[in-house]
């Protein structure tokens, strides 16, 4: 029975890692002014949507999470939630957004570089 149960767990965790799912930008760049990229995420669903490993790359693919300023965490049904760095010391460098999700269906999202002033110098969808 205890072989049963062990088994079962195994299977039941592959299962919950087989339904996670990415959600990822494009890489873009705003130009010399650029000072800050925005990665922001909506659920449309009635469903609470988990958030893992959060991450916003530069173009060396260099992970910039030391930076990152909130966690989406668990994310409830229509509701909103944003992580974001500051790249002003990286202004010759293009970015991109990624996030893994528990479910994708409902959520939606796009990614943003901003200036010091929060004007949008570039955006893109996170499919």
Known sequence: MKKMFIALTALLSIT????????????IYGGLNQA?????FFN???????????????????IQESNIKTNCGTLAPFSTCAFFTDIKAKNSSAFACRAVVSATGNIRGSFEIRDAEANVLQNTPLK
């Open 44 to 62: 449309a669903g009635a469903t609470a949507v988990n958030f893992s490993n959060q991450q916003l790359f530069d173009q060396n693919s260099n």
């Open 16 to 27: 919950a890692t087989a339904n996670a799912a990415v959600l990822a930008s494009a890489p």
């Open 36 to 40: 800050l990229a925005v990665c922001y």
